[in-house]
């Protein structure tokens, strides 16, 4: 199978791409492997001064780069520049931190001198999605590369031009050469690649099935995997919280990249109280979204980044209708070309619905009413997920107390969930293990080394 660039917008072929056999594959390895040995000597000022410069490039590019996401896999255009901004962010982030991150700990023991250092790992393969196509990559390069560790990268195979681009912006930021490859080999390669000597530890962020093979065959060769997987987030509304606001980030938090966000908030657990008013205001501002071609400034919502990738999410749709829930916005895909779904909204989902229980990676918000804030927590941790969650609320103290209650990497109280480079990010349940981001994430593909001297 080659590799396929396809405008969702229109269903048209932009280019293929022939992939890589296993010849091609070895050596790609090897050079990485290679140009790690050289790198993992260098010192924190001379990995920071290039990622100061990839941060620098994307800048520069950030018109250019959101073109190819709008291309490819149907991002907006704002939304795509301001992902190529927060990659900026990242790398002079860790240009910034990595030294003090990894940064030797002396311990007092019975030696004279014991102390935990932070060495390289090697090479780490990245298997990524196309939902982020820029900013999943960078959020696992920044702080790989600069622990002196070499990146190889298996991306999704719907995004090979961004996957190129990226790996031309590392070039361009001088890194030596190999050190970060795209690797355009097919999913079924992957765990040839795993195998490999030359690779040490492997990332993904994806499905969960993805998930399950990854580590699987990671754990055949013993090493170490870290998986961001989906998730199907809780956004829990309390009877005293700031209907507007809430309204206004549950559409933004539900509906930015067309829906396909594994941090999207995809349940809403308004209570009693207040379900009405939550779900009108969300469904009147869901309503407004304008929904068009990706490559004009006004549009909100492009189409879904693959026909199939609708296809399954309308069977969800109509599935959970037949089950009882309530179609009140969309749920009808867009007739005619392009991946288009409308926003949509599926009032009175419960545990009967396939819209309960399982993740709708696209423009659709499932409801589920909530007698009380105790079923609302409830029903929030009632999932095989555990990505992010947000509690909406005017009483923060009684909403931190629930955080600490939310099975969840994490939960913002009053917030969207988002990433940040300070934070650390990741889940728990199906939703996947280990952390990115933060010192956290460097700190993951790293020999964590002990040193005792007599
Ligand atoms: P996948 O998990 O299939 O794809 C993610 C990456 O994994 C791609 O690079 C893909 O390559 C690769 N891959 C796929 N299968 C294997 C395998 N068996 N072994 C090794 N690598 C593999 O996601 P999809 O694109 O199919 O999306 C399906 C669903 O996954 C979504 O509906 C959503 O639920 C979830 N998802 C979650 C994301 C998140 O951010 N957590 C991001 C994307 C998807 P290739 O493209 O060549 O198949």
Known sequence: MPYISLNPATNKMLKTYTSWDSHRLAAA??????????????????????????????????????????????KPLREGRA????????????????????????????????YVCYDPIGIVLGVMPWNF???????????????????????????????LALERLFHDAEFPPH??????IEAADVAEAIASHHVHAVTLTGSEATGRD???????????????????????????????????????????????????????????????????????????LKMGDPKSEATQLGPMARLNLRENLHQQVTDSI???????????????????????????????????????????????????????????????????SSIWTGDTENGEKLARQIQAGCCFINGMVRSDPRLPFGGTKASGFGRELSYHGIREFVNIKTVWVR
């Not at 790398?91 to 700990?105: K, L, S």
């Not at 050190?179 to 355009?184: G, H, I, K, N, R």
């Not at 005293?240 to 908030?265: K, T």
């Not at 709708?360 to 079923?375: D, K, S, T």
Request: aromatic share 8%; net charge negative.
């Open 322 to 388: 037949a089950q009882g829930a309530q179609p009140i916005l969309g749920c009808e895909p867009r007739p005619g070309e392009g991946a288009f779904y409308p926003p949509s909204v599926l009032d009175r989902v419960t545990a009967k619905t396939r819209a309960y229980h399982e993740e709708l990676f696209g423009p659709v918000a499932a409801i589920i009413r909530a007698a009380n804030e105790e079923e609302a927590l409830h029903i929030a941790n009632d999932t095989r997920f555990g990505l992010g």
């Open 133 to 163: 196509p820029f900013f999943q990559v960078i959020r696992f390069s920044a702080p790989t590369l600069m622990a002196g560790n070499g990146c190889v990268l298996k991306h999704a195979s719907n995004v090979p031009q961004c996957a």
């Open 83 to 114: 992902e190529v901004e927060k990659c900026a962010l990242t790398c002079d982030y860790y240009a910034v931190h990595a030294e003090h991150f990894m940064q030797t700990e002396l311990v007092q023991t019975d030696a004279s001198k014991s």
């Open 29 to 74: 390895l090897e050079e990485a492997d290679n140009a790690q040995q050289t790198w993992r000597r260098k010192t924190f000022a001379e990995r920071a001064e290039r990622m100061h410069r990839a941060a620098l490039l994307l800048h520069e590019r950030a018109n250019e780069y959101a073109s190819l996401m709008a291309a490819e896999m149907g």
């Open 179 to 184: 050190l970060f490859a795209t690797l355009m």
């Open 214 to 288: 990854i580590a699987s065959h990671a754990g055949q060769h013993l090493k170490k995997c870290v998986l961001e997987l989906g998730g199907s987030d809780a956004f829990v509304i309390l009877k005293d919280a700031d209907m507007e606001l809430a309204a206004s980030f549950a559409v933004r938090s539900r509906f930015q990249n067309c829906g396909q966000s594994c941090i999207a908030a995809k349940r809403f657990i308004p209570v009693a109280e207040i379900a009405d008013e939550f779900v009108s205001l969300f469904t009147k501002k869901a309503m407004d």
